[in-house]
């Protein structure tokens, strides 16, 4: 299809041409003295943290340009000259960028350029969230509530997903109760935070992070973390450090709110990702 643009638009130039020369002489042979293009090259930038390249395709003589970034599911993407395009690799590797300059009279000169995509660390991994009719297999304990999925109670600030994670502690819970999920098996490799958006009725409340393995709560096969609020009744973006947990095979995200305590209380969590 583009292609098939590309020759109309050649056509009607053509034929504007040939027009105008009618009004003249009626003498077509300029037509053959068209050159082919020339000097095709390209201005690359490749950014190593993300994998976006970025391609100015330059020449002669040209009226348009077909860029191949080289891989198989990727569309040959059209550009016009003086324009610029960019093209996100998500796997790392050697890749041939093919530049391709069509000419008025059309003839077609190509040029090629490798690029060399790094190993790209993904700026953050999503854990959990709780869209799209997610299905979600939650425990408690202590006098807390399973969680259950409920519409964001205040989409402004920090968090404006509709869908959100809520569950309640009884009055008198125990001082340990909380409430988990699981996951799929989580390995820590060069990102080892957590960050979860979380919505509490109180400043200063102790909010636990603890991870297990299919073993359970089993001395040196978990990790916690505590993190404390800093506002009330609005969202707030919370950051768990799990730098020193054991390299291990996590399947269970557990969450203490208001740990240490008894009293009962309604919290909410979302957005929980593996960052850096």
Known sequence: MK?????????????????????????????????????????????ENTGTVSVTPMGEGVVLY?????????????????????????????????????????????????VDIPFIVPESLVIQNFEDEVS????????????????????SGENTTENVLEFSKAEGAEVWAGMGFTIDVLEFNDQTSFQLKSYSPEVGKVIKVKLETVQGNIAGLTHEVDVVTTVANEWETLVYDFSAAPDLEYVSFIVFYDFGNTAGGTYRLDEIQLID
């Open 136 to 155: 979600l297999s939650t425990f408690s304990f202590g006098g807390a509530s399973s969680g259950i999925i409920v519409a964001n109670p205040d989409p």
């Open 66 to 114: 077909e860029i191949n970034f080289g891989e198989d599911s990727a569309e040959i993407e059209s550009v016009d000259p003086g324009e610029s395009i960019d093209h996100s690799y998500l796997i790392e590797g050697i890749y041939t960028i093919t530049i391709s300059g069509f000419g008025l009279n059309g003839s077609v000169v190509q040029a090629s350029y490798e």
């Open 3 to 47: 292609k098939t643009v590309y020759l109309i638009k050649t056509l009607l130039f053509l034929l504007l041409l040939i027009g105008c020369v009618e009004e003249k002489n009626e003498n077509y042979d300029f037509i053959q003295t068209i050159s082919d293009p020339q000097n095709i090259s390209a201005e690359i930038y490749v950014d």
